[in-house]
């Protein structure tokens, strides 16, 4: 499986974006890029994903490096409810393949 | 849209008894996943099924740890004999294609 490297923990301010970066040098050309939220007693769930081009929906955006080996996961206004482990994924574009987690970044959001 | 159902949410029972927890799934999600998350630690896969098949177990510690799927809906997955160590919390998920839902997760404390 395809590793990713993300920082242990990041911090942000209420109302400010966060940037949420990404690095995954050995990816390949199937694998798509997932982000994952885990927020405190919960299990993860889904945020966005991307294969090559950027992507927004109502939760992120998604920017993705022109070479796929780096990605970064923006959140436009961070809130307190925002505050969770963010996990960056790949994952193999054969339908029904697994999610292989690595520890994630820890966001706190200060008010 | 009803999510994934797990139950118990808690469970304590002493080193060397047995525990169950069960997975219903979102309608129609042919791809069910369990897995284990100990504090600190992103989950990891123990087993995948895809309808009732098993797709991948090969990190299920198949000594004490099963899991079946009959007919190709809600799981099971079991535990006998228990150890300290499998003290954590146990996710259920499920997808159709490109998103994985997860469940609110079976947290178990073996003392």
């Known amino acids: ?111 | 849209e009803a999510g994934v159902a797990q139950s118990p949410r808690y469970k304590i029972i002493e080193k060397r008894q047995s525990v169950a927890f069960w997975c219903n799934p979102i309608s129609g999600h042919a791809t069910l996943y369990w897995y284990q998350q100990i504090l600190g630690q992103g989950p990891k896969l123990l087993i995948q099924f895809q309808n009732n098949g098993v797709v991948d177990d090969s990190q299920l510690p198949k000594d004490r740890f099963s899991a079946e799927r009959l007919k190709g809906v809600d799981s099971t997955l079991k535990i006998q004999p228990a150890k300290l160590e499998d003290s954590a919390v146990y996710l259920c998920a499920s997808s159709f294609w490109n998103t994985i839902y997860f469940g609110e997760g079976s947290w178990l404390t073996v003392v």
């Open chain 1, 1 to 111: 499986d395809a590793k990713t490297t993300q920082p242990n923990s990041m911090e942000s301010n209420e109302e400010e974006p966060v940037h949420l970066p990404c690095n995954h040098s050995t990816i390949s050309g199937t694998d798509y890029i997932h982000w994952y939220r885990q927020l405190p007693s919960q299990g993860p769930e889904y945020v966005i994903h991307g294969l090559t081009s950027n992507v927004n929906n109502r939760m992120a955006s998604l920017a993705i490096a022109e070479d796929r080996k780096s990605s970064t996961l923006i959140l436009h206004r961070a809130t307190l409810r925002d505050a969770a482990v963010y996990y960056c994924i790949l994952r193999d574009a054969e339908y029904g393949n697994k999610l292989v987690f690595g520890a994630g970044t820890i966001l706190r959001v200060k008010s």
